[in-house]
């Protein structure tokens, strides 16, 4: 079992930057896949990136791509997105997520575990 808490979400104007932090609680943290997703209202929910369980491998949706960094500290139970230039598209609830030893999916359904969310608004 993995419990996982977002923060860092807010309000920020076009261009600028934000930086999401999504604490786990619960062992073998360094077993899962961590992703992270969002959704826009009346949107279905999509994936923004993710890394995998041995943090050698990162993926991310061509929308974020040269925008956003994923990144993960095992040692504190940690997976970060910094997300910079960023547009009023990204507005959306974003959300962490665990897949126990994944295959780097894209899929939400793939993932065991989700965060309750956190909102980011970008204004234009």
């Known amino acids: 079992q993995v419990q996982l808490v977002e923060s860092g979400g807010g309000l920020v104007q076009a261009g600028g930057s934000l930086k999401l932090s999504c604490a786990a609680s619960g062992r073998a943290f360094s077993t899962y896949d961590m992703g992270w997703f969002r959704q826009a209202p009346g949107k279905e929910r999509e994936f923004v990136a993710a890394?995998?369980?041995?943090?050698?491998?990162?993926y991310y949706d061509d929308s974020v791509k040269g925008r956003f960094t994923i990144s993960r500290d095992n040692a504190k139970n940690t997976v970060n997105l910094q997300m910079n230039s960023l547009k009023p598209e990204d507005t959306a609830v974003y959300y962490c997520?665990?897949?126990?030893?994944?295959?780097?999916?894209?899929?939400?359904?793939?993932?065991?575990?989700w965060g309750q969310g956190i909102q980011v608004t970008v204004s234009s």
């Open positions: 890394i995998r369980w041995s943090g050698g491998n990162r």
């Open positions: 997520a665990a897949d126990w030893l994944g295959q780097g999916s894209s899929y939400y359904r793939e993932y065991d575990y």
